[in-house]
């Protein structure tokens, strides 16, 4: 069954159904509305309270009456309302978004109503908003921060729900990998089930010397000092510790940590002069990455600090904890601007005028504070907020590659050109390959490639039939 073709179908069933009136028990259309901008140039919010869990009903009883109907192809322990309720589908009550123009940004704010939930997919960012470390050690003058939590914890429960799909071979050899021993003894599901991860970066530009970029030679970047630190890399450490050993240069610091140095550094690109060295503070949980000593000292150090710079106060708007940070300088929106200028000169055939290219570069370059984005968890919610350059109004998504239209069910837009096991012979079709015309399985696995236009062993054999019994044409 084409699960494109149900949610379609579902979601014209569902409209009228979802529209139906219902009383709120946990949405809350005016806390949603507390957490957003209503003065902006944008603003809505919606009670979708139930409605997801009506599809999937409608969804269940599709398949279970498919299946009675002789349908094949549906698992007979596909459960979708445990997948719902597994990834937490069932936590979700509302959401609103706003975008306000504040002087020479937008700031947009999206705000998803879970009540503090941490089901399912919702615990992949993190339990509860922390303080910032990115830009806790990132030193003053710090052009990029990035921060994310991962937390694996619950992963794995909602990995075994694949167990429900379809049979796929890729499925198969993951889902087995989950029980092999790791050095340590365990196994890949129990380091999963312990990892919880909050990974910060930082960068720095050195004006003071700059570097060939690579891709542009006639102009030159900044010199670039990073680093990265990860929380939670014990588990992690004791599996590759041992291993590690045999590529990188062990040397036990006074103060019980361990500094670890590429034995072998490739000298080429803007990293040829760098000596990146990794150090694991065991004692800490920490992992620390630099790309030199001298930058890690100076983010370990109690020097001055990115929080404390008024750019990133401004853009930042004050807030110092979150489960996600983001931040550009403006400096360095004005460095990839004059990249992207180098690249529309090569150009031989542009799609805008120069002067049109101007005034977006202008527009990309305006905010004097650069560019900023967190997202973050309370008791209410999550809490998203995007300073940028123009205002997101509306989420667009692109239209993916088709799978395989074979009765295998697998594959991803493997049907035209590479696919499973039932359409390899078909990558000989240069429509394929160029992943242009229709050419590809049909149902039963065999070639619809026009005469002439396959070098498949079912083409030729077609082809030869036809010749052979010209009266069946």
């Given at each position: ?456 062993e079912k083409q030729d054999a077609a082809k030869d039939k036809a010749e052979a019994n010209p009266t069946d044409m």
């Amino acid at each position: 069954m084409k699960l494109k073709n149900l949610f379609l179908t579902a979601f014209a069933v569902i409209t009228p159904i979802a529209a139906t009136a219902q009383e709120a028990k946990n949405a809350d259309l005016k806390k949603v509305a507390s957490h957003l901008d209503m003065d902006g140039q944008f603003f809505m919010a919606n009670n979708i309270e139930g409605d997801i869990a009506k599809i999937v009903d409608l969804g269940a009883d599709w398949l279970q009456t498919a299946a009675k109907n002789g349908k094949e192809g549906i698992p007979k322990d596909l459960d979708l309302e445990k997948i719902f309720t597994t990834l937490g589908g069932d936590q979700v009550y509302a959401y609103g978004r706003s975008a306000k123009f504040a002087g020479d940004h937008w700031v947009n704010k999206m705000f998803v109503q879970t009540n503090g939930s941490n089901k399912g997919l919702l615990s992949l960012s993190g339990e509860k908003a922390q303080p910032f470390a990115a830009s806790a050690f990132a030193p003053s003058g710090s052009d990029l921060a990035l921060e994310m939590n991962m937390d694996a914890r619950q992963l794995t429960s909602m990995m075994k729900l694949m167990e429900q799909m379809p049979k796929c071979p890729k499925t198969e050899r993951m889902m087995k990998g989950m029980s092999k021993k790791l050095p340590s003894g365990i196994t890949m599901e129990e380091m999963l089930n312990q990892l919880n991860l909050r990974i910060s970066a930082a960068v720095k530009l050195d004006d003071n010397k700059r570097v060939e970029c690579p891709k542009f030679p006639e102009y030159t970047f900044p010199e670039m000092h990073s680093c990265m630190r990860v929380e939670g890399f014990n588990p992690i450490w004791k599996e590759v510790g041992p291993i590690s050993k045999w590529v990188m240069n062990h040397e036990v610091q006074e103060d019980g940590t361990t500094l670890l140095t590429p034995k072998n550094m490739p000298k080429r690109g803007m990293m040829k002069d760098k000596k990146p060295v990794i150090l694991i503070d065991e004692k800490n949980n920490l992992m620390w990455a630099a790309s030199s000593i001298e930058f890690l000292t100076e983010c370990r150090s109690d020097g001055a600090k990115l929080k404390d710079d008024a750019a990133f106060k401004a853009i930042s708007g004050g807030l110092t904890d979150g489960n996600g940070l983001a931040y550009i300088s403006k400096q360095t929106c004005m460095e990839i601007r004059q990249v992207k200028e180098a690249k529309y000169k090569k150009m031989d055939k542009k799609m805008l005028s120069d002067d049109r290219i101007k005034m977006i570069m202008d527009h990309l370059t305006e905010s004097k504070n650069g560019y900023f984005a967190a997202m973050t968890k309370s008791a209410d919610g999550i809490h998203m907020v995007l300073k940028a350059p123009c205002p997101i109004k509306e989420i667009c998504g692109g239209k993916g590659r088709r799978g395989c239209r074979s009765k295998c069910g697998r594959g991803r837009g493997k049907g035209y050109g590479k696919g499973c096991s039932k359409c390899e012979k078909s990558a000989g079709c240069e429509k394929c390959e160029k992943g242009k015309g229709n050419c590809g399985c049909d149902k039963d696995g065999e070639c619809k490639c026009p005469a002439g236009e396959c070098k498949c062993e079912k083409q030729d054999a077609a082809k030869d039939k036809a010749e052979a019994n010209p009266t069946d044409m």
